[in-house]
């Protein structure tokens, strides 16, 4: 992998960040405001930090850092709606991007188990001469 700008899990993160920084920008729970930006924000941030670290392990657990941000939004979003910040259209929209993008992400994390196991089995196998 070269660069996170170039997974697609990464990209829609960071569009759903944008929409979710947009369509807050007005609300006025300053404290709910920041808290639903930063978890927005944590989902595409925690992809790019994991690619950059030295490891597939590191990657993987960024992966699952970015996973949780995007159930805490999840649930902010339809607390959001609760307090009526949000018209249940917006949160059809925002939950199932969120569902998407978690998705992806636990597909990333599948195969980055995957490719551990086909690795360890590697290094176990007996060398034969």
């Not at 569009?15 to 405001?33: A, H, N």
């Not at 607390?79 to 969120?98: F, G, H, P, S, T």
């Amino acid at each position: 992998m070269e660069t996170f700008e170039k997974l697609d899990v990464w990209k829609e993160a960071k569009t759903l960040t944008l929409e979710v920084y947009r369509g807050f920008r007005g609300c006025r729970d300053f404290s709910f405001r920041d808290q639903i930006q930063r978890a927005a924000l944590s989902v595409p941030a925690n992809i790019a930090e994991g690619v950059e670290r030295n490891s597939a392990a590191e990657f993987k657990n960024f992966l699952g850092i970015a996973k949780g941000s995007a159930g805490e939004l999840r649930a902010l979003i339809i607390i959001a709606v609760d307090l009526a910040y949000l018209e249940n259209d917006q949160l059809e929209i925002l939950l199932e991007r969120c569902v998407r993008i978690s998705k992806r992400i636990h597909c990333l994390i599948k195969s980055l188990e995957n490719r551990f196991r086909l690795q360890k089995r590697k290094v176990l196998e007996p060398v034969y001469q």
